[in-house]
C-alpha cells in the first residue's frame, strides 16, 4: 500500500513535470521551426523515455531510501539486539563464574570429605587391628584360662590322692609308735646293760692311772742317773783346773813384786803427766804472751812510722813558723793566731762593707758628675757658640768701625771741602752745628765702642770661667777614674761578699726547690684526696635522694632481721616450755600455727597419707587373718574363734552338729597355758580327755584324736 | 629538646649541654649497674646509644628513682651548681663502701649569662661520651670482684648555698677506708666538663 501510495505521488509529480516539459515544448515548438514537428515528436517521445527513465531512477532512488531506511531500521534492531544479547552474556558469565566458583568450592568439600574419610578408614583399619589384637589376647587369656582350670582340676585329684594318702600314713604312724613302745623297753634293757659295762671301765682305767704314775717315776729316777753323771765328769774337770792353779799360785810372789814396781813407775809417770800438763799450759800462755808481742811489735812499728810522719808534720809546721815569722809553737798559737785572723777578716769585711759602700757612694757620686760633666760640657758648647757669636759681632763693630772711621773722615774731608770752597760766614754756623752734631755721633759711637768693649771683655771673662770649671771637672773627672780603679780592688773584696751572697741565693734556691716539691706533694695529695672525694665542706655540700636503694636495701635487711630475731626469741620459748615438759602455752601454740601453714599441710598430707596406709594395711590384714584363718581350718580341721577375752572356741570341720565346739582358756596373757572348759560336746568324749589331757597332757593329740574320731564316724556314717 | 637545639643550631646552649650530660649521667650509671652485678642481669634491656649498644634497666621502681635523680640533676646542672655526681657501691651486710664512681663537673659559669650558643658539634661530644662508656665497660677487667650483696647509692655535691629541695638530704660523703683510684677519660660540652674516675676498695690479699 504505501508503495501504492509512493506510486502515485511519483506519478503525479511525474505528471506535472509533463505539463511543464510540454509547455516548454510548445514555446520552444513556437519558436523552433515547423519543419521540425516529427522531430519533436522524437524529441518528445525521447523526453518522454528520458522521463520515464528519470522516474524510473527516482522511483529506485525512493526505493534506495526506503531501503536504506528499513536497513537502518535493521541495523537499530540488530543493534538492540546485540545489547540485550551481550547483556544475556555477561550475566551468563558471571552466573558461570559464580557456578565455577562453587564448583571449586564443592572441589575442595570433597577433597575435605576425601581426605575425612581416608583418616575414618584408617582409624578403622587400626580399629580393626585393635580388634584383632584383642580377640588374639582374649583367645589367649581363655586358653590360659582352660589350662588353669584343668591345671586346677588335676590340683583337685591330686588332692583327693593325697588326703588318701595321708590316713596311710597315719595308720603307719600308728603302727610305728607302737614299735616304738617295743623298742623303748629293748632299749632300757640294754642301758642297764652299758651301765655295768660302764662300771668295769671305771676299774680299768683305775688301773691305767696307778700304771702310769709309776712309770713316770721311772723316768724321774732315769733323769736323776744322768744328772750324777754329768757331776761326775764336771768333777774331774774341776781337778784338772785344781792342778792348773796350783802352778799359777807358784808363780803368784813373782807376779806381786812386779806389780810392786809397776805401781811405782805408773805413780812416777803420773807426777811427770802432771808436771807436763803444767809445762803445756805455760807454753800455751808463753804463746799468747808471745802472739800479744808480736802484736804490740807490729803496733809499734806502725806508731813509729806516724811518729815520724807526725815529727815531719811538726817540723813542717816549725818550718811554716819560721817562713810564715809567726810564733805557732803550739796549736793553742794556731788557734789564737786562727781567732785572730778570724777577727781581722771580720774587721776587714766590715771594711769591706764600708769600702762597697762607700764604692757605690762614690760609683753614684761619680754617676752624678758625669751627668753633671755633661751637663757641664753642654753648657760649655753653648758658651763656646756664644763666644763666637760674640767674636763675630765684634768683628762687625770693628769693620762698621772701620766704615764709621771713613765715613766720618770722608764726612771732613767733604766738609773741608765745604769749608774751603764756601765762605764760612755764611756757613758757619751751620757747619758749626754739623761739626757739633758730628762729633757728638762721634762721641756717641766711641761709648758704643767702649760699650762693645767692655760686654768682650766680658763675655772673655766669662769664657775663661767656663774653661776654668771645664777644667776643674776635668780634674774631678780623673779623681773619680782614679778612684774607679780603687773601687775595682775593692771590686775584688767584694767577690767574698758577692760569694756569700751568691750562697745565700743557693740556699734560698734549695728552699725554694724543697717548697716547690712540697706543694708539689701537697697537690698530689690533693689530687688524691679529690680522687677518693674529698670536698670542700665550706663551700660544697653532700646530697643524695633519701629513698635511694642503698637506704631501701638496708631497711629490708634490718626489717628482715628483726623478724627473724623475733621468731628466733618465740622458738627460744617454746624450746624452753618444751624441756620444762609443759604443755604448749596457748599464745605459743599460735605461734606453731602460725609459724608455716605450708608445713601443716604438709603434715595434713602426710597424716592423709598415713591413714590411707593405715586402711589399705587393714584391709590386708583382714584379707590376710582370712585366708589364714581358712588355712588353719582347712589343714588342722578347727575353726578357732575367739568369744571373749583369754577364751578360744574350737568347731571341727567334721563336727556332727553346729554347737558342737570346744572351748580352751588361757591362763596368761600370752597363751602359754591352755585350759579346756567344759561344754556340752566336751562331756560326750570324756574318754579322750582322760587320755591325751589328763594323762599325756598334750592338747593337740587331743585334738588329732578328737578330728580322726569324728572323720571316722562320718566316714562310717 | 636539646637534640632539636643540637641540630638547628650548630652550636651547644646551656640548656641543650645540661640535657646531654643528665642523659650521659642516666647512660653511665646504668651501665655501672649492669657491669658490677648490682642488679640481676635479666632486669636489663639492649638500646642503642652512641653508637653503643647499652644495656638500660627495666626494673620499674629503679626506673623511677633514676628519672627522679636524672631530672634534679638536669635543673642544677642548667643552674651551675653542681659540681659532683658519685654512685657509691656498699655491701648491704655491714655497709663497707666498696667502690665510688666519681663524675667531676666543671660549669663554666659564664655561659649562663652568654646567649650566643658555643661550638662543638654534637657528634664530637657523643664520641667522647662514647669513649667514657667504653671505658666504663673496660673497668670491669681490673675491678675486684663484688662478693658479698651489694646496694648503691648517688650522692650529689652541691654549692653550700643551695636549699634542699623535697625528698632529698644531706648525706655523708662515703669514703672508702684503704682505696685505689683510677682516673677515667673525660669529655665536654664546652659548657659543662665532666671527669669520670672510680676509687675501689684496695685488695686485701694482693
Known amino acids: ?717 | 629538646m636539646a637534640k632539636q637545639l643540637g641540630r638547628d643550631q650548630q652550636g651547644i646552649t646551656l640548656r641543650g649541654s645540661a640535657e646531654i650530660v643528665a642523659e650521659f649521667f642516666s647512660y653511665g650509671i646504668n651501665s655501672i649497674l649492669y657491669q658490677r652485678g648490682i642488679y640481676p642481669p635479666e632486669t636489663f634491656t639492649r638500646v642503642q646509644k652512641y653508637g653503643l649498644t647499652l644495656l638500660v634497666t627495666t626494673d620499674p621502681e629503679l626506673k623511677n628513682y633514676l628519672n627522679n635523680v636524672v631530672e634534679q640533676m638536669k635543673d642544677w646542672l642548667y643552674k651551675c651548681i653542681v659540681q659532683r655526681l658519685v654512685v657509691v657501691i656498699s655491701s648491704i651486710e655491714n655497709n663497707e663502701v666498696l667502690e665510688r664512681w666519681q663524675f667531676d663537673i666543671e660549669c663554666d659559669k659564664a655561659a649562663k649569662d652568654e646567649s650566643a650558643p658555643r661550638e662543638k658539634s654534637q657528634k664530637a661530644i657523643q664520641d667522647e661520651i662514647r669513649s667514657v662508656i667504653r671505658q666504663i665497660t673496660a673497668t670491669v677487667t681490673f675491678l675486684p670482684l663484688l662478693e658479698t650483696a651489694c646496694a648503691f647509692d648517688l650522692l650529689i655535691y652541691t654549692d653550700k648555698d643551695l636549699a634542699v629541695p623535697e625528698k632529698w638530704e644531706e648525706s655523708g660523703p662515703q669514703f672508702i677506708a684503704n682505696s685505689e683510684e683510677v682516673r677515667l677519660r673525660s669529655f665536654t660540652t664546652t659548657i659543662h666538663k665532666v671527669n669520670s674516675m672510680v676509687a675501689y676498695k684496695k685488695d686485701s690479699f694482693s
Open chain 1, 1 to 717: 500500500m504505501e508503495d501504492l501510495e509512493n506510486n502515485t505521488t511519483v506519478f503525479s509529480t511525474l505528471r506535472s513535470l509533463n505539463n511543464f516539459i510540454a509547455q516548454r515544448v510548445e514555446g520552444v515548438s513556437g519558436l523552433a521551426t515547423p519543419g521540425s514537428s516529427q522531430s519533436s515528436l522524437q524529441m518528445q517521445y525521447q523526453q518522454r523515455v528520458q522521463l520515464e527513465e528519470q522516474a524510473g531512477q527516482i522511483h529506485s532512488k525512493s526505493q534506495l531510501l526506503q531501503v536504506e531506511r528499513e536497513k537502518m531500521q535493521m541495523e537499530l534492531s540488530h543493534k538492540r539486539a546485540r545489547i540485550e544479547l551481550e547483556k544475556a552474556a555477561n550475566t551468563n558469565a558471571r552466573n558461570y563464574e559464580r557456578e565455577a566458583d562453587r564448583n571449586q568450592e564443592l572441589l575442595t568439600r570433597i577433597k575435605q570429605y576425601q581426605e575425612r574419610e581416608i583418616e575414618a578408614e584408617n582409624k578403622l583399619k587400626e580399629q580393626m587391628e585393635m580388634n584383632k589384637s584383642y580377640k588374639k589376647s582374649m583367645e589367649t587369656v581363655s586358653k590360659k584360662l582352660q589350662e588353669k582350670e584343668s591345671k586346677l582340676a588335676e590340683a583337685n585329684e591330686t588332692i583327693t590322692v593325697l588326703k588318701g594318702k595321708i590316713s596311710e600314713l597315719q595308720w603307719n604312724i600308728m603302727n610305728q609308735e607302737m614299735q616304738m613302745t617295743s623298742q623303748d623297753s629293748q632299749k632300757q634293757e640294754l642301758m642297764e646293760q652299758l651301765d655295768v659295762q660302764h662300771k668295769k671301765w671305771q676299774e680299768a682305767s683305775q688301773q691305767i692311772q696307778t700304771l702310769q704314775a709309776s712309770q713316770s717315776l721311772l723316768a724321774e729316777y732315769e733323769q736323776k742317773i744322768k744328772d750324777l753323771e754329768q757331776k761326775f765328769s764336771q768333777q774331774e774337770h774341776d781337778t784338772l783346773i785344781v792342778k792348773n792353779m796350783k802352778a799359777e799360785l807358784a808363780r803368784f810372789p813373782k807376779m806381786e813384786r812386779e806389780l810392786r814396781q809397776l805401781r811405782e813407775e805408773n805413780a812416777y809417770f803420773r807426777e811427770m803427766k802432771e808436771n807436763n800438763g803444767l809445762l803445756k799450759e805455760e807454753v800455751e800462755g808463753l804463746q799468747r804472751k808471745l802472739e800479744r808481742y808480736e802484736k804490740v811489735q807490729a803496733q809499734l812499728v806502725t806508731l813509729e812510722l806516724e811518729n815520724e810522719k807526725l815529727l815531719g808534720k811538726l817540723k813542717s809546721w816549725e818550718k811554716l813558723d819560721q817562713s810564715t815569722g809567726l810564733n805557732i809553737r803550739t796549736p793553742d798559737d794556731l788557734s789564737r793566731q786562727i781567732v785572730a785572723l778570724q777577727q781581722r777578716e771580720l774587721v776587714l769585711k766590715e771594711q769591706n762593707s764600708t769600702i762597697t759602700n762607700s764604692a757605690r757612694i762614690l760609683e753614684k757620686a761619680r754617676q752624678q758628675l758625669q751627668e753633671e760633666i755633661i751637663r757641664v760640657q753642654s753648657q760649655l758648647l753653648d758658651e763656646k757658640k756664644k763666644r763666637e757669636q760674640h767674636e763675630a759681632l765684634v768683628r762687625r763693630l770693628q769693620k762698621r768701625v772701620l766704615l764709621l772711621t771713613k765715613e766720618r773722615d770722608g764726612m771732613r774731608a767733604i766738609l773741608e771741602s765745604y769749608d774751603s770752597e764756601l765762605t764760612p760766614s755764611e756757613h758757619s754756623p751751620q757747619l758749626n752745628r754739623r761739626m757739633r752734631e758730628a762729633e757728638e755721633m762721634v762721641q756717641k759711637l766711641h761709648a758704643h765702642n767702649t760699650e762693645l768693649e767692655g760686654q768682650l771683655s766680658q763675655v772673655l771673662e766669662e769664657v775663661g770661667n767656663h774653661k776654668q770649671r771645664a777644667e776643674m771637672l776635668e780634674v774631678e773627672m780623673k779623681v773619680l777614674k782614679s778612684q774607679e780603679s780603687t773601687a775595682d780592688q775593692s771590686v775584688f773584696v767584694t767577690k767574698e761578699e758577692v760569694d756569700a751572697l751568691r750562697l745565700k741565693i743557693e740556699e734560698l734556691e734549695a728552699e725554694r726547690s724543697k717548697l716547690e716539691g712540697e706543694n708539689r706533694a701537697l697537690e698530689m695529695k690533693l689530687e688524691k684526696l679529690t680522687l677518693q672525694g674529698d670536698y670542700d665542706p665550706s663551700k660544697t655540700k653532700v646530697l643524695h635522694f633519701s629513698m635511694n636503694p642503698a637506704s631501701l636495701a638496708k631497711q629490708q635487711r634490718k626489717e628482715e632481721q628483726q623478724q627473724l630475731q623475733e621468731e628466733c626469741e618465740r622458738l627460744r620459748e617454746l624450746v624452753r616450755v618444751l624441756e620444762g615438759g609443759g604443755s604448749i602455752p596457748e599464745n605459743l601454740e599460735g605461734v606453731g600455727s602460725f609459724q608455716s601453714p605450708q608445713e601443716v599441710a604438709e603434715l595434713k598430707k602426710q597424716v592423709e597419707s598415713a591413714e590411707l596406709k593405715n586402711q589399705r594395711l587393714k584391709e590386708v590384714f583382714q584379707t590376710k587373718i582370712q585366708e589364714f584363718r581358712k588355712v588353719c581350718y582347712t589343714l588342722t580341721g578347727y575353726q578357732i574363734d575367739i568369744t571373749t577375752e583369754n577364751q578360744y572356741r574350737l568347731t571341727s570341720i567334721y563336727a556332727e552338729h553346729q554347737g558342737d565346739c570346744l572351748l580352751f582358756k588361757a591362763s596368761s596373757s600370752s597363751g602359754g597355758k591352755m585350759q579346756l572348759l567344759e561344754t556340752e560336746f566336751s562331756r560326750t568324749i570324756r574318754e579322750l580327755i582322760e587320755l591325751h589331757l589328763l594323762r599325756q597332757d598334750s592338747i593337740p593329740a587331743f585334738l588329732s584324736a578328737l578330728t580322726l574320731d569324728l572323720f571316722s564316724r562320718q566316714t562310717i556314717a
